[in-house]
């Protein structure tokens, strides 16, 4: 049965375990306590596909003498992405303002931002540099990017241009091979984690309550995110494949990461989904689908850049008891697209993240109304995950079509 179908399935189970069991204690302790672990699992998996998944892509696309388009692509798909997403934002809370919604967190102890973002921009620069690369590989359990720069370093020296280096290309893309088969049966087996982490998802929102009494914040996100998906993003696609790709086949077929993503909010756990997903459901070479989605964990996430932009404006409209002037929804939809490229730091708190920063890099000092926003995680940065997934299969497949190595995929060939 293909994934999209047993994932939809999951998450109906998981809503039917939430209304059946949500009120007893020790049903959430097991959901949580699952989700914890398999998010986990997600990284322990996630880890070796990226290091040597990345490592034999960006050597072979050096060898093919593709590195370039492949620069250029990625790059382009994630700032036009994020620009637009968070333009996007901005518009849509011109037109339909809403306040935003005081949860059970309102009024808490804002030290607990030192936990989840630095206190100053020096702070968050400096910690993008780790002292000991190898050190960092090895505790990158919460933080891509050293893994990714020792993988891109041994990449760029493995092309097999000379006769000694072949063999060590050849281990290294055999390796890779194995990754994807492991990363295809965590796909594959992927809808029964995705009962667990979902139940807990319903459960946390079931708890705090305050998404049922605050319906127009609610539909102005899932309106925001539908236009994103239905309308945003594929014209962006279409636009730059010049129209020669159906870009809502790529929305149907990357349905089971997107879910995961959704109750997740975990790049860790969905991006192995991911990444094998576009292999086999769009029909992108190994080597593009092993480089193009990590990367897009750094650098495509727009989404989490919108929702951020939202949840902002809306606080300061809260706060304010006010609309925001124009140039400062420009400002906040700015600020948003610029420190979501940092946001991997924090994964799984990206929008709040984001939020933070953005408000201190503007000099808005809200008096700790934004500490609301840490109740309403698993919706925002479930919400933002989400359409971040999408973007890293749109910005993969966008890159295999202008190298000309995207291949059509049939459904029954589907996972």
Known sequence: MKTWITYLAATAFGLAGTLLFGDSGLYQQIMYTATALFIQLGGFILIPIVFFGFSSGIASLRKDSLGGTFTWTTTLWSILSTLLLVAGGAVVFRFFPNVFPASSSAGSESSIIGAVAPQSLSTLFSSMLPVNPFYSLASAESFLLPVIVIALLFGFFLKPNVEVIRPAYVTMNSLSETMFRIAHAYSRIGHFMVFFTSSYWFTRLQNEGTIFVAGFFLVMLILSTLAVLLILLPLLFSLLTRFKVNPYKILYRMIAPAIAALFSGSIFFSSPMTISHVRHNLGCQKRVSATAVPLYTLIGRGGSAMIATLSITSLLYAALGSMPSDK????????????????????????FFITIIALKFLKIDLYGAEMTLIALMPILNGFGSLIDSYIAAFGTAYTCQIMGVKHESSYRDML
Do not use: R
Not at 339 to 350: H, M, N, Q, T
């Open 328 to 351: 400062v929804i420009i400002l906040v939809a700015l600020a948003s697209a610029l420190f979501s490229y940092a946001s991997a730091l924090y994964l799984g708190f990206e929008v």
